[in-house]
Every structure is written in structure tokens, then in C-alpha cells.
């Protein structure tokens, strides 16, 4: 019988590198599935996404592993050469945040265990302008953080470097003058900042979008807060957000498939967690099922 193709392209410097010390156990587990194991170590910023669109096409599966902005370069190969073979994904960033949407296993030797033993699942992504996102488009206070952060601190400090660089920007918080379509409505308003998400966690942080999420049902949650003028509404979206209820006027929640925003000024936004360009003007639409994600469906 002809073995099954499987490539795995993994960020040698993610989570401390953890991948690195594991990576025989790793391709073990693999061939012992009866996988034929090409294996990729990132090089460069983007190196995942060439080397993806270049392999798609060889071979049966592909395995992601490294953090979110790997995981985003790799689906955006896939998505550039239209192909939905099954990825699997082995976290080991800082966040993982669609990890724990997905409940991927943190525990590595146990996430590539699963991808071997588990099933295609499909999965919604977003189309910002004409780039593709796994989970989260993103603008305004601390979206820079992640990728303005050092590698090296992230990998020594963990959730602490996003707070730490976070914290030196609190007391200048920029707002942007928007307009927003979306369902039939347009908002008008100054907000800090937005997220568009396809996520139950967000920064480490689980429910921050509210309950009742579905990654596979074609909507996005959209959160959208409004600049406060004083600490009382400061403190009312605070508590909005730890809480995970809406009890302000001060955040615009909802779902949608589609939605365009449009400021005067362009906007730095990020995607996954990666720098996605400044745009006076974005289009973000769900692509429902586009993506063919490996998991365990008894957990």
C-alpha cells in the first residue's frame, strides 16, 4: 500500500522551541501512523506560507506547528493555491488562542498524537481586503503588541511581554472616527478599538467575545468599543468584558458574515496577531468551511 504524504512545517523559535526538543518524538508519531514525513523548518518571515503553496499539491496532510502567525501563513497558503487537504496544528507560541477555541492540546507530544487519530472538521476563516485570517482581524489599543513585541521576550515572559509592552502605551490611547456597515445598519462613532473574531479566546482570555460562539455557522462576533470620556465609562467597559456581558452602551456587539469599516485616516490592523497592513478602508467577509482542520472529536 502506498503511503499517505504528510508535510510539517514548524517555527523553530516558537514557545521557547519547544517543537525542537520533541521534534523526533513528534516525526515518530507520524511514521509509526504510516505517514511519508517531509519535514520544514521556517526560515524567514513568510516561509511557511511559500513553502506551503509550493507542497500542497504533493502530499496528503499538512502539520502546522508554531503559534498563530505560523499557523495564519500556512492556511494563506493553502488558501492561495484553493486547497482544503487536511491541516493539522500543533500549538507552541506564546497565546495559542485558536488552540484553545479548537481545544487543540497544549501538551505537543499529545497534539501531533491527535492528529493522526483525529477527524477533518470544517471550519469558518475571514477574508480582510484580499488577505485571508484563521481567527481574529483586529485595530486599535494593544493589536500592535504581538507583533512589536521581541520573539525572545515572548518566549521568556509568556502573557507578562503583552503586558509589559501594553502598559507603556495606556495613558495615550488613540481613538479613530469610523463609520461601519453591517446587517443593514451603519454605526458612526469613535472607537479604541475592534475586533472581528472567529474565536472563544482572545489574548489568552476565554469568553472575551461573548457566549454562544460556533466556528463553523458562517458569522462572525464583532466588538467594537466606543472611546470613553470619563473613568465611570472606563470602568463600565472594563467590567463589560471580564464579565463577558453586555451591560454598556460603550461596546457595539454583534454577528455578522460580512462587514466594512471606513475611517478618514488609515488604521494599522492586525491579523492572528500579525501586522496586516494600514487601511483607510477593510472588507472582511466569512468564508464559511474553507478550512479543513484535523481534531479530536472526543474532547
Known amino acids: 500500500m502506498k503511503k499517505k504524504k504528510l508535510l ?6 516558537a ?3 519547544q517543537i525542537r526538543s520533541r521534534l523526533f518524538r513528534i516525526i515518530d508519531t507520524f511514521v509509526k501512523a504510516g505517514y511519508e514525513v517531509t519535514v520544514h523548518p521556517t526560515q524567514r518571515p513568510q516561509d511557511g506560507y511559500e513553502k506551503t503553496k509550493e507542497l500542497a499539491s504533493e502530499v496528503d496532510v499538512i502539520v502546522c506547528g508554531g503559534g498563530d502567525g505560523t499557523l495564519d501563513e500556512v492556511v494563506n497558503g493553502l488558501m492561495a493555491v484553493q486547497s482544503q487537504i487536511p491541516l493539522g496544528y500543533i500549538p507552541a507560541g506564546s497565546t495559542n488562542d485558536f488552540a484553545s477555541s479548537v481545544n487543540i492540546s497544549r501538551n505537543i507530544l499529545q497534539a501531533a498524537k491527535d492528529v493522526v487519530s483525529g477527524e477533518p472538521c470544517s471550519l ?5 481586503n484580499h488577505m485571508n485570517f484563521v481567527y ?3 485595530f486599535g489599543l494593544f493589536t500592535d503588541v504581538s507583533y512589536e513585541t521581541d520573539q525572545n521576550l515572548k ?17 495615550n490611547v488613540p481613538s479613530h472616527m469610523l463609520k461601519v456597515y453591517a446587517n443593514d445598519v451603519v454605526l458612526e462613532a469613535e472607537y479604541i478599538y475592534g475586533m472581528i473574531t472567529n474565536a472563544r479566546s482572545v489574548g489568552g482570555f476565554k469568553n472575551l467575545v461573548g457566549p454562544g460562539v460556533e466556528l463553523d455557522d ?5 466588538t467594537l468599543i466606543r472611546k470613553p470620556k470619563n473613568p465611570i465609562e472606563l470602568n463600565e467597559i472594563v467590567t463589560s468584558l471580564m464579565s463577558a456581558e453586555d451591560k454598556t452602551e460603550m461596546i457595539d456587539n454583534f454577528k ?3 462587514i466594512r469599516i471606513e475611517s478618514e485616516e488609515k488604521i494599522a490592523w492586525t491579523l492572528d496577531g500579525e501586522f496586516g497592513g494600514e487601511h483607510n478602508q477593510v472588507e472582511i467577509e466569512n468564508k464559511r468551511h474553507a478550512l479543513n482542520l484535523i481534531v479530536n472529536q472526543n474532547k
Do not use: Q, S
Open 256 to 258: 455578522t458574515n460580512c
Open 218 to 222: 458562517g458569522l462572525f462576533e464583532v
Open 155 to 171: 518566549n521568556i515572559l509568556g502573557h507578562l511581554a503583552y503586558l509589559l509592552e501594553g502598559t507603556k502605551r495606556i495613558f
Open 136 to 138: 481574529i482581524a483586529a
Open 15 to 17: 514557545g521557547k522551541g
Open 8 to 13: 510539517f512545517i514548524f517555527n523553530p523559535r
Open 124 to 128: 469558518d476563516i475571514g477574508l480582510f
